[in-house]
């Protein structure tokens, strides 16, 4: 996806409005391994300063997984905002590493690659499908979210810190 600014560059406005959708992967990035469910949705603002342009982006995707806890299959929709800027010369930036780039060509802004890049870094750890989620009974398998087990709710304890299961039974805290 191709933004075209070149109008906005030479016009007096400050700030231009973008928003659409990526409706399939052009980047160079794999993510075959992500599910992600196309299209992404983006929405944001191109803002004019000095001798940099800002592009700032909100980006609402949704992505194929399973819970962690429960591994029920589920759909996960995230929204993430990244701020990228354009900067004619490189050399005068100070601390490059921690700012988000984007390239300008003759056609426009080159979407793809940073869209991709944010879903990427912004995709969860941990997918939960509910906060009260019980998970997995961890002697039958069960799935607790759908009713408790007939497993013993016994403890398993290394043998070296069984004393301290009794630790506070003797004592008034």
Not at 66 to 87: G, P
Not at 144 to 170: A, H, Q, T
Request: aromatic content about 8%; charged content about 30%.
């Amino acid at each position: 996806m191709i933004i075209q600014i070149k109008e906005f560059l030479s016009s007096p406005e400050q700030e231009m409005l973008i928003k659409g959708d990526l409706k399939d992967q052009k980047s160079s990035y794999d993510i075959s391994d992500l599910e992600l469910q196309f299209p992404i949705s983006y929405e944001g603002r191109i803002f004019k300063l000095d001798d940099e342009i800002l592009l700032d982006l909100c980006i609402k995707y949704k992505y194929n997984t399973q819970c962690d806890r429960c591994l029920t299959q589920m759909i996960e929709e995230v929204s993430s905002n990244v701020k990228a800027y354009f900067v004619r010369d490189l050399e005068n930036v100070e601390d490059e590493a921690t700012i988000e780039y984007f390239k300008l060509n003759e056609e426009g802004i080159f979407l793809d690659d940073l869209i991709i890049s944010q879903v990427i870094t912004s995709k969860p750890l941990k997918n939960i499908c509910s906060d009260d989620c019980e998970g997995l009974c961890p002697k039958c398998g069960l799935n607790l979210n759908d009713g408790s087990c007939s497993c013993e709710k016994e403890i398993d304890v290394d043998p070296r810190f069984e004393k301290l299961l009794n630790l506070f039974n003797d004592e008034e805290v």
